[in-house]
């Protein structure tokens, strides 16, 4: 009878099963080369802390998510914004720990760093974005009292031009970039700029299946690249950007 199928399981031989649609697999993103960092073993837990999420598109790499600069601390705050985390770079002045904007010297901020090795995070002082200031550019050099040597760059108002020197470690002011780049864009001098190819030097030791150390996507991710004196995010033959020392 209709409706007794339930009681009768043996009424059902014969009736075919109504069709389910499969649902569809979760896309997974591709890793392109110039974004794979380090091994990982699973989807999206190996690498949460130093914001990265790990993919298995193209074997098991951990790739390194577009990240917003992350402040340490908004408590007596300078000026401008933290960079977007240099993630794959080797750190400039990494020894420079903090915990707010104060603990940094000249004009730099304390921004919290990603470090996709040990899947974790630290701060450190980095020079900002999105700062416009003439009457900082206008200040004189002052190198400070210490005894920690450091190369960085100060804006010449004289010559209109940025210039190097060795800062002490401490004290100073606000004339004191990390970078060329940095104080460049900052003081408005002309530099290099955009996205240039770049020149034939620059690809001719590149191996288009690995991974390069020094990918990029603009010119604010080469800021405090070590031993760089003037970085710029420039395209290679391979496809992807690397910051290269003009």
């Keep these: 009878m ?5 009681s009768h399981p043996e009424c059902r031989r014969g009736i075919p099963e109504p069709e389910t649609t499969p649902k569809p697999a979760p896309r ?10 380090i091994q990982c073993t699973s989807d999206a837990v190996t690498c949460p802390l130093s914001g990265q999420v790990c993919i298995q598109s193209d074997g098991n790499k951990c790739c390194q998510i577009e990240t917003a600069g992350i402040p340490a601390s908004e408590i007596n705050a300078k000026s401008g914004s933290c960079p977007r985390p240099l ?3 080797v750190f400039q002045d990494a020894a420079i720990g903090c915990w707010m904007d104060s603990n940094c010297p000249g004009i730099q901020k304390c ?16 020079d900002p974005v999105g700062i416009r200031s003439t ?17 960085r760059f100060y804006y010449d108002a004289s010559s209109g031009s940025c210039k190097r020197f060795t800062y002490s470690g401490c ?4 004339n004191n970039f990390q970078s060329l780049a940095s104080c460049q864009a900052t003081c408005g001098a002309s530099g290099v700029t955009g996205t240039p190819q770049c020149p034939a030097d620059a ?6 299946l690995f991974a390069h150390a020094d990918a990029c996507n603009s010119d604010s991710d080469c ?9 710029s995010c420039c395209m290679t033959t391979c496809g992807y950007k690397i910051c290269y020392q003009y």
């Excluded at 209709?2 to 339930?6: E, F, R, V």
């Excluded at 009292?145 to 450091?150: G, L």
């Design 171 to 174: 004290g100073g002011n606000a």
């Design 111 to 126: 921004c919290v760093e990603p470090n996709p090795v040990t899947n974790s995070a630290t701060r450190i002082c980095r």
């Design 28 to 37: 997974i993103g591709f890793c392109s080369s110039s974004a794979a960092l």
């Design 223 to 231: 800021l405090g690249r070590e031993n760089t004196v003037q970085p």
């Design 87 to 89: 993630g794959i770079s």
């Design 135 to 151: 009457s900082l550019c206008s200040l004189p050099l002052m190198v400070g009292s210490c005894t920690a040597p450091a190369i």
């Design 203 to 208: 690809n001719a030791g590149l191996n288009c």
């Design 2 to 6: 209709t409706g007794q199928l339930d």
